[in-house]
């Protein structure tokens, strides 16, 4: 899934939860911080 269809999911679902864009921004950098995580945690693992 590329970053742009993340951030549309999740404007779906902060819209259909009738909040405000801040609810989306803080949505995606808490996806993209997992995401980051995990990445980090599978280099360690390759490396």
Same mark, same amino acid.
Request: net charge positive; aromatic share 8%; hydrophobic share 45%.
């Given at each position: 899934?590329?970053?742009?269809?993340?951030?549309?999911?999740?404007?779906?679902?902060?819209?259909?939860?009738?909040?405000?864009?801040?609810?989306?921004?803080?949505?995606?950098?808490?996806?993209?911080? @997992?995401?980051?995580? @995990?990445?980090?945690?599978?280099?360690?693992?390759?490396?």
């Amino acid at each position: 899934m590329g970053r742009a269809e993340l951030s549309k999911e999740f404007a779906l679902v902060a819209h259909s939860l009738g909040r405000g864009p801040e609810t989306v921004v803080l949505s995606c950098s808490f996806a993209y911080e @997992k995401v980051l995580r @995990k990445m980090r945690q599978e280099w360690r693992n390759l490396l």
